[in-house]
């Protein structure tokens, strides 16, 4: 079982940029699609950015997020990292990494919380107006 942590969260002004990264262990990294969520206060979790299995030559975003956001992995060191530009208030929210055995996955498939059988516990982004 894969166990995930992230990292990079913070307090940023709007227009700002961070990087999240998430670090993998415990299992075959390299297998797994990985993907980002993210949960508002009161809201449902919805995605963000997923990329596939491999050598993740296959990255998908939520919609009004392209452009903005990067999603990457790094399988030499376990790690998939969110790099998110021109940040909004509407950005704030907890981000979770998750991990999915549907490494060839594709959309819609990759966009379902019920995809991902790992998750890491969050990380904080506020984005300030």
């Known amino acids: 079982q894969v166990q995930l942590v992230e990292s990079g969260g913070g307090l940023v002004p709007a227009g700002g940029s961070l990087t999240l990264s998430c670090a993998a262990s415990?299992?075959?990294?390299?297998?797994?699609?990985m993907a980002w969520f993210r949960q508002a206060p009161g809201m449902k979790r919805e995605f963000v950015a997923a990329?596939?299995?491999?050598?993740?030559?296959?990255?998908y975003y939520m919609d009004s997020l392209k452009g903005r956001f990067t999603v990457s992995r790094n399988n030499a060191v376990n790690t998939v990292s969110l790099q998110m530009n021109l940040l909004k208030p509407e950005d704030t929210a907890v981000y979770y990494c998750?991990?999915?055995?549907?490494?060839?996955?594709?959309?819609?498939?990759?966009?379902?919380?019920?995809?991902?059988?790992?998750w890491g516990q969050g990380t904080q982004v506020t984005v300030s107006s």
């Open positions: 998750a991990a999915s055995h549907y490494g060839d996955g594709v959309m819609p498939v990759l966009s379902y919380t019920t995809s991902y059988m790992a």
């Open positions: 415990g299992d075959t990294f390299d297998d797994y699609a």
């Open positions: 990329v596939s299995g491999g050598n993740g030559a296959n990255k």
